[in-house]
C-alpha cells in the first residue's frame, strides 16, 4: 500500500486538469463541427493521461539525476527524492506507462482511421512519438532541453499545438487553419504554468545549473514575460471567436477573464513557495476556460 501511494504521487495528479485540456478542446470544437466519436475522445483521453504521467516520472528521474530534487527546492516532496520509490522502480514504472501509451495511442488511431498505414495515421503516429520523446527528454540525458530554457516552446508545442490540432484532427480527419489559434491559446497558458513552476524554483534551478527561462532572465522580466503569455492567449481566443462566429455563447470564456486578472495579481505581489498556489490556480483556470470556450461553440452550432 505504502508503494502504491509512492507511485500516485508520483504521477502527480494535480497536472492531468492542464495536460487534459488540449485534447478536450480540440475534442469539443471537432463536436461543434458535427465530428465528435465518443470512442476515439475515450482513447484519446487515455492516451493524453498516459503520456503526462510518463512526463512526470521522467522529469522525477532527470531531476533527481541531476541533483536538482533537494532539500532546498520549494515544490513538493517526490517519491524518488524521499526515497519511497527507487530510480529502478521509476524506470520501470516509465517503461510500463510509456507502453501504455503506445498501445491507447494505437487503439485510438486505428479508431480514428481504420488504417494504421495511410497518411493520416502516419502523421499521428509522429506526433504520439514526438510527444513520448519530449516527455522523456525533458530533464533526462545529458541535452535535457528543460535544462537549456526550452521547456516553454516544448510545452507550447505539446499541451497546445499537438494537443488541440491533433484530438480534433483525430476526430475529424481534416484540419482548418483557424484552430492554430485556439491551439496556441492553450499553449501559451500552459508554458505559464511552468513558468510559475521555475519562477518559484529559481534560486534552487540555478544553484544546480538547470538554466530555465527565469534562470536566464531573472525573477522580474521573468513576471513580465509571464504577463506577455497571459495576455497573448487572451488576444488569441478574442482573435478566434472573432473570425470563426458562433454567436454570443462562443464568448462565454469571457467568464474567466476576471480568475486570470486575479492570478496576474498574486504573481506581481508572490515569491518563492508563495507562487505554488498559482500553479493549480492556473491550471483549473485553464481547464475551466477550456470548457466554456468548447461548449460555447457547441451551443452556437
Known amino acids: 500500500m505504502f508503494k502504491v501511494r509512492a507511485y500516485i504521487t508520483s504521477f502527480r495528479l494535480r497536472t492531468l486538469p492542464l495536460s487534459l485540456s488540449g485534447v478536450l478542446l480540440g475534442s469539443l470544437l471537432a463536436a461543434s463541427d458535427g465530428y465528435f466519436k465518443t470512442s476515439t475522445f475515450a482513447w484519446v483521453m487515455l492516451t493524453a493521461t498516459a503520456l503526462q504521467i510518463l512526463s512526470n516520472l521522467a522529469n522525477e528521474v532527470g531531476d533527481l539525476s541531476k541533483g536538482t530534487d533537494n532539500e532546498h527546492r520549494l515544490g513538493p516532496i517526490r517519491s524518488a527524492q524521499s526515497g519511497a520509490l527507487s530510480g529502478r522502480e521509476m524506470i520501470r514504472a516509465m517503461i510500463v506507462v ?7 495511442g494505437s487503439l485510438l488511431i486505428h479508431e480514428a482511421f481504420r488504417d494504421l498505414l495511410n497518411w493520416k495515421s502516419i502523421s499521428l503516429f509522429v506526433a504520439g512519438g514526438a510527444s513520448i520523446v519530449a516527455a522523456i527528454k525533458y530533464t533526462v540525458g ?14 507550447f508545442i505539446f499541451f497546445g499545438l499537438v494537443s488541440v490540432m491533433g484530438s480534433y484532427f483525430a476526430m475529424a480527419g481534416v484540419l482548418p487553419w483557424i484552430y492554430v489559434f485556439p491551439a496556441s491559446a492553450i499553449g501559451l497558458l500552459s508554458a505559464g504554468v511552468l513558468n510559475m513552476n521555475n519562477i518559484r524554483d529559481i534560486e534552487n534551478d540555478s544553484a544546480c545549473g538547470k538554466r530555465t527561462l527565469p534562470v536566464i532572465l531573472g525573477v522580474k522580466r521573468a513576471k513580465i514575460y509571464h504577463y506577455v503569455l497571459i495576455l497573448a492567449a487572451v488576444i488569441c481566443l478574442f482573435i478566434y471567436t472573432f473570425l470563426h462566429p458562433a454567436g454570443w455563447t462562443a464568448y462565454l470564456f469571457v467568464i474567466v477573464l476576471p480568475l486570470l486578472g486575479i492570478h496576474l495579481k498574486n504573481v506581481y505581489r508572490g515569491e518563492g513557495r508563495e507562487l505554488d498556489s498559482q500553479l493549480k490556480f492556473l491550471s483549473i483556470t485553464t481547464l475551466l476556460l477550456t470548457l466554456l470556450l468548447g461548449f460555447g461553440q457547441i451551443l452556437g452550432k
Open 98 to 104: 510509456g507502453g501504455i501509451a503506445v498501445i491507447t
Open 142 to 155: 545529458d541535452n535535457a532541453y528543460g535544462y537549456r530554457g526550452l521547456g516553454d516552446l516544448f510545452v
